[in-house]
């Protein structure tokens, strides 16, 4: 263990005693009454276990919670502060909570660095204050953190806004409020579970490289997943990045690609996005994994959350459609994979187990008359096979004479006692939406076309290999 | 018009005055129930006008109706034979509807050609009794057709298996049954609305090329979709093409393109996939536009049904989060599009119309607070800016004050008025699934990532451009 001090130092972001929500107020979708109802509700739902602690000057008592006038009137146990106050009384706040004690601060408020002079030099005294006083700081100008486990949700977006997304192992870090806000309302919908999600806006000091030194260390995160437009300190983020992916797989969405991209960018969040090359070796030097969009990053974490790592890049294909079957061999060209060449064993065995026209090969084609029993045959032999180091299972629901109950038990049970990763496509509608839901409680990741399917492999793939080259070295 | 004949030919798969279904049986699940059973549910709801006829020698009545024991009985106003009897059957019943008359046959059933020898010898004698008399044939071994504004419908699945989209101006051609079911399935759920499905399977007669033909003079179908594996007659698929994309836009999904799909195809439908290349060069010099998934198709095809054509390649953006932006922005440049430079006017109107912190630009940012007024001053900027050719709007209707009913009426209005397409991107959770379906109604498309959008009207902008080079020659 190489560095707890930064486990001690974010753990109150995460799991605070007591938080303190400055500028809380009694104004129905104000940020800072979005922000204590979230705790609120948490915390009458037995999720948050901490205390609250609403502070505002004009205020006794907010729906039964006392309320301090100021943060020299805060309990001694409050041990995170949220700040949702105009920009130019932050810094003096921050002095208070620095004389308080108070070790960890997530500064909503926006008006700073991204409009100017002025807020630069509002940052930079806040910052001050911050080092000065062993001060850790989330933002300014952002939306926080969100982690269902604990209760803590400082995302300032309504319920009826945005939905929230249920616990799981991924832990999403987005350098953007708007796109953070946008994907945990469609990880909720996609049934995609999110442990911690952190968005750091101006991120005046907690970083990129100080999350995944965090997440090293913590136990409900499988795979950590970035939205990131400029990283400022280089070689920080270099250093954390070869120490997490060590023990823990990261996807990065780094946008600002193109002239047309670093240009926006720019505008967005000031960040100098940097000739793009430099960030493809960069990742491909501390092994982290590229995204292309969020759909790809989501895909590869889903595959992360609920998959053994691949020993090798031969894949192995099962499906009941062969059109399915073809586009799916393409895309193990395109990212880079292998085709499986199966054992005679298999072929054999598949042979008499199939009727003749079911067709026995890579892809093995269960065809459209298909029962679950056929599937069950196909993926015994090709988790046997020796030659098939991860396989993807195609299920078109649609096939008449297929049992969805039957099928998706297989799928269960084998992923589970296999060693080898097993990743579903099912393409369709209302039903295929039910039982893919079903599946992926089971823990298989069901992809919605071939494609996505591969894609997702190819970064269990890619990551295997970067460990196994990190123990040759 | 050049061939009417086409149309006289194949209008009776798609609006027949009496089909006939050869193999009805009252056996539930059974293809020839299934089939029957469509026909007779679309006539009770007043979708199908034609008469049913079903034929079997063993039955007297299903479900009120007669059943005929031969095709010999079958009334004169047949125009219509769908075949769901074993193979061995097919070539017999094929000379009876040929002494009948009937000039149009569906035949469903399996074990043709893709099972060797034997079934080719009878898919010759079939194409010969076709021939002979002047008969059309789609399959054999197929889903056949669907038609939601004619309720003609063959498709074998029932609806507790597969869900069937509501009708549309996109048709969709497929190689793959099983395929071609999933994906009405998948449009079902994706309210994407579809014309005209043809899945033809072996194609022994009537192939991409008729049907290329058949839907120039369609006038509910805007545009032309296709799965395909392979092409058999390569000459006639080119003429065929180049005489439709003059006039529709015509989207190809084409598997087989690497080594590893290539096998596969071949021994999915025994096409000889073809070098990719020479592909490539037949839809470049067509104007077909190609598509790399289905979901491209797709996204495609909802532009062209739903969007007017673009002058020029130069995208304007507007967006209410910049993480957002700079994905779109990215995208423009990835797909070959260019950002719009916009004129003096509208970056001072914008300036005069727009809070201090909006960010007036290509992309022009609305940012978090922003209310549906901000986006109507910039999406009436970009549409009046003779420098923008095609306008994204991305809206993520997580932010706190933007009233959704009303940016929805606002997008609605202009798509509707501007002469420059307009496509929207909603990311997140059920609320912008539902907003999303209430724009798409409205005629606006709108897709669920960033890259996604500009990928879709790259292909607008593809098509325009083919259209153009033909009027130069």
């Given at each position: ?9 974010l753990k109150p972001f995460f799991e605070p005693k007591a938080v303190a929500i400055i500028g ?307 895309a193990v060209a395109k990212f880079g994979l292998r085709m499986a060449e199966l054992s005679e ?129």
């Amino acid at each position: 263990m190489e560095n707890p001090k930064i486990v001690e130092e974010l753990k109150p972001f995460f799991e605070p005693k007591a938080v303190a929500i400055i500028g809380a107020t009694n104004k129905k979708g104000k940020v800072g009454n979005v922000i204590f109802e979230n705790f609120k509700r948490n915390k009458e739902q037995g999720i948050f276990k901490g205390n609250i602690y609403p502070v505002n000057p004009k205020l006794d008592e907010i729906e039964g919670y006392r309320v301090y006038k100021s943060v020299k009137e805060l309990p001694d146990d409050t041990d995170l502060a949220v700040i949702a106050i105009p920009a130019p009384f932050v810094p003096n706040t921050m002095r208070e909570i620095a004389e308080k004690g108070i070790k960890a601060v997530v500064i909503i408020t926006g008006g700073f660095g991204e409009l100017g002079e002025e807020g630069k030099k509002m940052e930079e005294e806040i910052l001050q204050i911050a080092k000065e006083n062993g001060i850790r700081v989330i933002g300014p100008n952002c939306v926080g953190v969100y982690v269902p486990d604990t209760g803590v949700d400082t995302v300032f977006l309504p319920d009826e806004k945005m939905d929230r997304p249920k616990s799981g192992p991924i832990a999403f870090v987005s350098q953007s409020g708007a796109f953070a806000a946008a994907m945990l309302d469609w990880a909720a919908l996609a049934g995609i579970g999110i442990g911690k999600m952190v968005s750091y806006g101006n991120k005046i000091d907690v970083d990129d490289a100080d999350l995944m030194d965090y997440f090293i260390y913590d136990d409900s995160i499988k795979v950590v997943t970035f939205y990131i437009e400029g990283v400022k300190d280089g070689r920080k983020f270099i250093e954390a990045a070869k120490r997490i992916t060590k023990v823990k797989p990261v996807i990065a969405l780094k946008s600002g690609r193109t002239e047309y991209g670093a240009k926006a960018a720019s505008s967005h969040t000031g960040s100098l996005a940097g000739t793009d090359v430099i960030y493809d070796a960069v990742f491909k030097q501390t092994g982290i994994l590229r995204a292309e969009d969020f759909e790809h990053m989501f895909d590869v974490a889903k595959a992360f959350a609920k998959c053994k790592l691949p020993k090798g890049d031969r894949v192995g294909i099962i499906t009941d459609g062969g059109g399915a079957g073809v586009m799916a061999s393409d895309a193990v060209a395109k990212f880079g994979l292998r085709m499986a060449e199966l054992s005679e064993e298999t072929i054999k065995y598949l042979k008499e187990h199939f009727p003749p026209h079911a067709v026995v090969g890579n892809p093995t084609d269960v065809v459209g008359d298909t029962d679950a029993q056929r599937y069950k045959y196909a993926i015994e032999a090709f988790v046997n096979d020796p030659n098939v180091d991860a396989i993807i299972v195609i299920v078109l629901f649609q096939v008449p004479l297929l049992d969805e109950d039957e099928i998706v038990e297989i799928l269960a049970e084998y992923a589970k006692k296999s060693e080898k990763p097993i990743l579903a496509v099912a393409m369709g509608g209302k039903k295929t939406e039910k039982y893919a839901k079903i599946l992926e409680e089971k823990g298989v990741p069901v992809y919605p076309t071939p494609e996505r399917g591969v894609r997702a492999l190819a970064g269990l793939v890619q990551y295997a290999k970067y460990l196994e080259k990190l123990k040759g070295e």
